[in-house]
C-alpha cells in the first residue's frame, strides 16, 4: 500500500472523500461524478454516476434515488475529515 505521502492528488482526494462518506477510494473514482462546493461554507453536494448500484447507494448514508448527497465540513487538506 502507498503511503499517503506518496499518494497523486486525486487519489489523496478519492480516500478523504471515501473516508467522509463511506467509500473506498475505488469506489469514489468509479461512481462519485463531482464535487461542488457550497457557496459560503466547507459543506459540499456529491454527485454519483447514474450506474451507480445499489450496494453502493446503501453505502452511503443519505444518498437517495436522485443521486447526489449534501455533506457536512470536509478537510480535502487531510488534517481533519468531518463525518456526515
Known sequence: MRSQ??????????????DAIGL???EV????TSIQKK?????????FAIQTTDF???K????????FLDTGPIDFQGLQISKI
Open 5 to 18: 505521502s506518496g499518494e497523486s492528488p486525486q487519489v489523496r482526494r478519492n480516500r478523504i472523500l471515501g
Open 24 to 26: 473506498s477510494p475505488d
Open 29 to 32: 473514482a468509479k461512481y462519485v
Open 39 to 47: 457557496d459560503g461554507s466547507d459543506e459540499y453536494t456529491i454527485h
Open 56 to 58: 453502493i447507494r446503501s
Open 60 to 67: 452511503v448514508n443519505g444518498l437517495g434515488d436522485a443521486l
